[in-house]
């Protein structure tokens, strides 16, 4: 029986998400993207299929992950999956003007090099329905507000592994204070050396302890920065 292949095709909708939803959890690139082209022949509306299948699967991954159940490689490989049915869905949801959760520009900052922890954060907040700029690695001042003008997101997300590369995130908000923007955005920072005394010395909103935890905080600053109670 272990060696019935599952023809996706055949699933009902409801059978196919819940297969795209263990699919994903296994990083399995070709099925994602076959399930994804399924729905959408079945008429699905892509944001539909981004959220009750990606998003969805992508939750429990990051539930997972955050709860030491999956690990680094594995939530790579889920990752790279989702990347595959975004890469089909994304040109579908800009034709439909499907709604964002929101828009991160993150980057590792000057003087780091390092980008696994980066690019896992840019991963997971895709995965989460969010729009991600990643400026990759050595990042200055200049090449982040400059991102900061051109994108006009609602998060900056800074990384650094290195304690001497640390200090730099408190330039780059310092910056952003004196030019009178630091307001206009959620900063969020992350790294192995960092902790939460730092990024609240640094004027962060959120020190974020690994990717998991980034979506979720990220999503929590974006719901009140979005439905702001009335007065």
């Excluded at 690139?29 to 082209?37: A, L, M, T, Y």
């Excluded at 889920?78 to 049915?85: L, P, Q, S």
């Amino acid at each position: 029986m272990a060696d019935d292949e599952i023809i996706l095709s055949e699933l009902s909708d409801d059978e196919l998400v819940l297969q795209m939803h263990d699919d994903l959890y296994d990083g399995l690139r070709e099925e994602i993207e076959e399930g994804v082209n399924i729905l959408i022949a079945r008429g699905w509306a892509p944001y539909d299929a981004l959220t009750k299948a990606l998003v969805a699967g992508m939750t429990i991954v990051g539930a997972d992950f955050r709860d030491g159940i999956l690990f680094v490689p594995e939530v790579l490989l889920a990752a790279n999956a989702m990347k595959g049915g975004m890469a089909i869905l994304k040109p579908l949801l800009i034709a439909t003007g499907a709604p964002r959760m929101g828009k991160m520009v993150i980057g590792t900052v000057k003087g780091d090099i390092h980008d696994i922890g980066k690019n896992l954060v840019g991963m997971m907040m895709e995965g989460a329905g969010f729009e991600v700029r990643d400026l990759g690695i050595n990042n200055s001042v200049d090449k982040y507000l400059n991102a900061l003008d051109e994108e006009k997101p609602d998060i900056l997300g800074m990384s650094a592994l290195l304690t001497t590369t640390m200090p730099y995130m408190k330039v780059v908000i310092d910056t952003m204070k004196e030019r009178g923007m630091r307001d206009d955005y959620i900063v969020l920072v992350g790294g192995a050396p960092l902790n939460e005394e730092f990024g609240r010395a640094i004027g962060a909103d959120a020190y974020c302890r690994d990717a998991a935890v980034a979506v979720e905080t990220a999503k929590a600053f974006v719901a009140r920065k979005h439905n702001r109670p009335n007065v």
